[in-house]
T-cell receptor, first 114, second 112 residues
Framework: NAGVTQTPKFQVLKTGQSMTLQCAQD?????MSWYRQDPGMGLRLIHY???????DQGEVPNGYNVSRSTTEDFPLRLLSAAPSQTSVYFC?????????????FGPGTRLTVL | TQLLEQSPQFLSIQEGENLTVYCNSS?????LQWYRQEPGEGPVLLVT?????EVKKLKRLTFQFGDARKDSSLHITAAQPGDTGLYLC????????????FGTGTLLAVQP
């Protein structure tokens, strides 16, 4: 099993450009989430999904879109990148439905917006 | 608004010392998890506590969930350089949301 994979690992964008961060998992997990990590802020939830076709907003959803057409994939789209979106982005998946759910994280995407 | 505050934010200690990291909130959580993250990697789960007052031990690490399920602590005995990393608490909000909210993080450096 590859677990949770994310691409790209690094990305530099100019303000106003768009891009999609890819996330895939091969554990047949129902729950998937996107977080951003900034110094001193821990991890903040952007969007999450409890199953294919179902998505919802997290703590900091503005400027980001998601969709979940399959169980395996959960891409994160930046429509018009801003310098405030410079961060490290983590995708995570979990089985869901239990208080003991373990979140499995991908290796992260380091994004810089100039 | 950050629901979970961790303290201290940074901690640098010598090998063999003891330390405690705190995770505090005004919200009640269904369960609380602790993760450790190493540079360039995603967080990895250490433990989950569910019941108010629950204590779990993982070798030299002791985790406690507050009686009211609003706070938690992580105590490390005789810290080792291998304990170095970012420690994150995460609370599971119950009800319809079922969202996991992470704390602000504690960066621990253990010097040999």
């Amino acid at each position: 099993n590859a677990g949770v994979t994310q691409t790209p690992k690094f990305q530099v964008l100019k303000t106003g450009q768009s891009m999609t961060l890819q996330c895939a998992q091969d554990m047949n997990h129902e729950y998937m989430s996107w977080y951003r990590q900034d110094p001193g802020m821990g991890l903040r939830l952007i969007h999450y999904s409890v199953g294919a076709g179902i998505t919802d907003q997290g703590e900091v959803p503005n400027g980001y879109n998601v969709s979940r057409s399959t169980t395996e994939d959960f891409p994160l789209r930046l429509l018009s990148a801003a310098p405030s979106q410079t961060s490290v982005y983590f995708c995570a998946s979990s089985r869901g439905g239990s208080l003991y759910n373990e979140q499995f994280f991908g290796p992260g995407t380091r994004l810089t917006v100039l | 608004t950050q629901l979970l505050e961790q303290s201290p934010q940074f901690l640098s200690i010598q090998e063999g010392e003891n330390l405690t990291v705190y995770c505090n909130s005004s919200s009640v959580f269904s369960s609380l998890q602790w993760y450790r993250q190493e540079p360039g990697e995603g967080p990895v789960l250490l433990v989950t506590v569910v019941t108010g007052g629950e204590v779990k031990k993982l070798k030299r690490l002791t985790f406690q969930f507050g009686d009211a399920r609003k706070d938690s602590s992580l105590h490390i005995t005789a810290a080792q350089p291998g304990d170095t990393g970012l420690y994150l608490c995460a609370g599971l909000l119950g009800g319809a949301t079922n969202k996991l909210i992470f704390g602000t993080g504690t960066l621990l450096a253990v010097q040999p």
